[in-house]
């Protein structure tokens, strides 16, 4: 088992975010690429992928892919992020909340809005996690990462927007507990910003309230194969407040129930 530093723990719990070096294993590496290659082929019924703002490049998104490929369910369920979770949260119980493909090929400028998770998804607490991950390598150049650092703690959800020109979906309803989101790109002097390079095998871990956004891959000789698995812990519940994603929403659940459902399965505990 992976065992996560100290230092690793106090920069997630103070920052928001850190980086984990070599997680993710050859073997899993490749089983993951022909699983993307099969959901790009033939996507499951979560496909969200956006328009080109150019004209050129793709970018491919689907989510909750574990439901309908043997290989994404198995890395859910089997790989060392349950573990990870799990020591990052101190918790007794690890569930599932989803998984997730984001996709950009070479040459696709579309950027990833600055924006915070946790206001999307239905639920609340503080066991909220992602671990994002790459097959390939990620720079600036080729849309990593950057996070806010520190914005977990400011306690401020941000009104969920589309993230381009969906193929399908509407709008989110509105919250009016939440806020808009600042420009933080033309005010970046007023940001503490945080971001790392990555590796395949490396993963990005980062609370479900850390703001956070990514470039366009400008990059004409590399893909962007971004892909990230959400988990909570003891301190996380169902949430049925307005405007979080239809498809992440469990019917057989009520406000303040435990995440443990056939959509979010229990893993640890």
């Not at 607490?125 to 097959?135: A, D, I, N, P, T």
């Amino acid at each position: 088992m992976f065992q996560v530093s100290d230092a690793d723990l106090k920069s997630y719990e103070e920052d928001g975010a850190c980086v984990l070096r070599g997680v993710i294993d050859q073997s899993w590496q490749e089983k993951l690429a022909a699983a993307i290659e099969r959901d790009i082929a033939s996507p499951g019924p979560f496909y969200h992928g956006y328009d080109s703002e150019d004209g050129k490049g793709r970018f491919h998104g689907n989510l909750r892919i574990w439901q309908n490929d043997s290989c994404f369910h198995e890395f859910c369920h089997k790989s060392v992020l349950p573990g990870l979770a799990q020591q990052f949260f101190a918790s007794q119980r690890i569930n599932l909340l989803y998984d997730q493909l984001f996709v950009k090929e070479p040459g696709t400028t579309n950027p990833t809005r600055w924006h915070n998770d946790q206001p999307y998804w239905p639920v609340r607490g503080r066991h909220v996690m992602s671990f994002w991950m790459s097959l390939d390598p990620v720079t600036q150049d080729s849309g990593a990462l950057n996070f806010v650092r520190g914005s977990h703690k400011w306690d401020r959800w941000f009104q969920p927007e589309k993230f381009g020109k969906n193929t399908a979906g509407n709008d989110y309803e509105k919250n009016d507990d939440y806020e808009a989101m600042p420009d933080i790109d033309a005010n970046l002097g007023d940001y503490d910003l945080v971001t790392w390079d990555l590796e395949p095998g490396d993963v990005y871990v980062f609370h479900g309230l850390t703001v956070h956004g990514a470039g366009g891959n400008l990059r004409q000789d590399r893909r962007r194969r971004g892909y990230t698995v959400r988990y909570t812990g003891d301190d996380a519940y169902y949430d049925t407040r307005p405007g979080t994603s239809e498809p992440l929403r469990e019917a057989g659940l009520k406000d303040g129930d435990a995440m443990t459902s056939a959509t979010y399965p229990l893993l640890i505990g």
